[in-house]
């Protein structure tokens, strides 16, 4: 049977590798790139699976004053299916990174 001493020594050791596997996974996740598309694809909304948005691609159709609102509210349903994207995305890659570790039920990381 292990010390005290030597089992505190582990937990420290496997929190500090889990540390670096999420930060590792947190950068990766800004390197994700993912597309919203709203109104069959005449406003599109580039984001990263942190959810920064990189782009808002609009076509030149759309840019019409007299549209003003609806344009507004694909805009807004574009960024929504961006974020969609993007926190599927990010739940993927930090089901990856923690699958393998030996947490007991029922416990849940910070993501």
Do not use: H
């Amino acid at each position: 049977m292990k010390s005290m001493e030597e089992m505190i020594k582990a937990a420290q050791e496997a929190a500090q590798n889990i540390q670096q596997q999420m930060e590792q996974t947190q950068a990766t996740l800004d390197t994700i790139q993912v597309e919203g598309v709203s109104g069959g694809g005449l406003v599109k909304v580039r984001a990263t699976a942190k959810g920064r948005i990189l782009n808002v691609i609009l076509d030149d159709s759309l840019i019409v004053p007299a549209d003003k609102g609806m344009l507004e509210d694909l805009i807004t349903a574009a960024f929504n299916d961006a974020r969609e994207k993007a926190d599927a995305a990010s739940n993927a890659e930090m089901g990856k990174m923690s699958s393998g570790l030996p947490l007991p039920p029922g416990f849940k990381l910070p993501f």
